[in-house]
């Protein structure tokens, strides 16, 4: 039996989630005419307190979308140094934007206001323009960790006040949600756009979605279709983040013990030397200098776990709805015994 702990895309649609994209009824999307899609976006759109929403392919693309909503060619956006935007999405605000990032350095992945306001340029020619503000909850590559509340109102009233654009990489937003026990609509009010994504812990085969205004939203149907987005009958997808919204929101608390059951075990493992704070559903440790992560992920391997390198002699665990307890007493078991 292959435990896979790569990452929580790795989940396959259960049998009640196949039978919901077998029944759905579909149409042409790009007509706007698929009524699953339609109603996917007016469920997901009604829940933030948002006023549409737009189904994409990917995070990616959502959260690309936004920032070319936000921003011109030549601008700045402020996001901090561990942003999946800024790591993990191809070089795409520069490339789809033409846009420049200026990085900053926050509390596992999370930026204040005063840092934000700190890093807003002056309104000097030779100065890019800051335009927008990127925030990811929970953030990945810091190892899920959660933004708290009122420093997110705080960062939020401060864009108001400068007159920049707020949006939110909630790729794992339900997860953060979890664990900060706030309303989607708490958080939909503090960002000008917010991407939600359906294929991580919450276990659709495939997509995203943008939230935001009437009018983003229709700039974004337009820019989808500029990155080749478009989509036919969708409906089938739609589907499937749909029962996933119904079905598997809740349930997400479980990977959580999970985690931090994982993460109690490697605490009494010699072969690790730190371990980043875990909040949700991802591990993230420091295999000790005497042994590597690529090791480590060869002799996991060895024992059917999968895993994954992320970083410098560091390794990732990811936690999700396919990962069953008696996946999870293995795990429990083997780790020690690795090296």
């Known amino acids: 039996m292959k435990i896979d702990l790569r990452s929580d895309t790795v989940t396959k649609p259960s049998k009640e989630m196949l039978q919901a994209m077998l029944e759905a009824q579909v149409g042409d999307d790009v007509f706007a005419e698929d009524p699953t899609i339609n109603l996917l976006e007016e469920t997901v759109a009604t829940m933030f307190g948002k006023e549409a929403a737009l189904f994409c392919p990917s995070g990616t693309m959502t959260n690309q979308i936004a920032i070319k909503i936000h921003t011109q060619p030549g601008d700045e956006l402020i996001c901090d140094e561990a942003s999946h935007i800024y790591n993990f999405e191809g070089g795409g605000i520069s490339f789809n934007s033409l846009v420049q990032a200026k990085l900053v350095a926050g509390n596992n992945g999370r930026i204040t206001a005063s840092q934000v306001e700190e890093a807003i340029n ?11 503000v990127s925030l990811e909850n929970t953030v990945n590559r810091a190892g899920g960790s959660v933004y708290e509340f009122l420093e997110m ?48 812990g919450l276990g659709a085969p495939v997509g995203s979605a943008l939230l935001g205004t009437k009018e983003n939203i229709k700039k974004a149907r337009r820019i989808r279709k500029l990155f080749g987005g478009g989509t036919r009958q969708g409906g089938f997808l739609a589907a499937a983040a749909l029962y996933a919204l119904n079905n598997n929101v809740s349930r997400l608390s479980q990977d959580h013990i999970k985690a931090k059951e994982i993460e109690r075990v490697l605490q009494s493992c010699f072969y690790v030397s730190e371990i980043l704070p875990v909040e949700t559903n991802i591990i993230i440790f420091t295999i000790d200098q005497k042994y590597s992560a690529n090791d480590f992920v060869d002799k996991a391997k060895e024992k059917n776990i999968l895993c994954t390198t992320f970083g410098k002699n560091k390794v990732r665990m990811v936690t999700h709805l396919d990962y069953t307890n008696i996946m999870h007493e293995i795990v429990i078991k083997t780790l020690p015994t690795i090296f």
């Open 122 to 132: 002056p309104n000097y020619d030779w100065f890019a323009q800051t335009k927008l």
């Open 153 to 200: 109102q705080k960062i939020s009233t401060l864009c108001k006040s400068k007159n920049l654009a707020l949006h939110l990489d909630g790729a794992r937003i339900f997860n953060a949600l979890q664990v900060s026990k706030n309303s989607p609509a708490s958080i939909g009010v503090l960002f000008d756009t917010v991407s939600v994504c359906f294929s991580k």
